[in-house]
Nanobody, 123 residues
């Protein structure tokens, strides 16, 4: 069983930065792939970034490549560093954990989800 708690969301001006954190509880945290998803009002939840077991590999959706960085540490925390934020990045951001080894982009393959944190980027 894994419990996930996100933090770090907020209101920022376009061009600014935020760092989201996802604190995980439970055993063998390193044996989970982790992902960040986001859901804007009236839209479906979509993949943003993912990182595999032990942080060996990462992947990003095209719209955030070069601006966002996902990372994880041994203290059961996953981060999403978001730079050069744009108004279209506004959404609720969710952290998720999957038992799959590599980076997983499909939300249906994630086993655990956090409650979400709001990110609002003003123009």
């Amino acid at each position: 069983q894994v419990q996930l708690v996100e933090s770090g969301g907020g209101l920022v001006q376009a061009g600014g930065s935020l760092r989201l954190s996802c604190a995980a509880s439970g055993r063998t945290f390193s044996n989970y792939g982790m992902g960040w998803f986001r859901q804007a009002p009236g839209k479906e939840r979509v993949f943003v970034a993912g990182i595999g077991w032990y942080g060996t590999n990462t992947d990003y959706t095209d719209s955030v490549k070069g601006r966002f960085t996902i990372s994880r540490d041994n203290a059961k925390t996953v981060y999403l560093q978001m730079n050069s934020l744009k108004p279209e990045d506004t959404a609720v951001y969710y952290c998720a954990a999957t038992l799959r080894y590599g980076v997983t982009v499909s939300s249906s393959q994630y086993n655990y989800w956090g409650q979400g944190t709001q990110v609002t980027v003003s123009s």
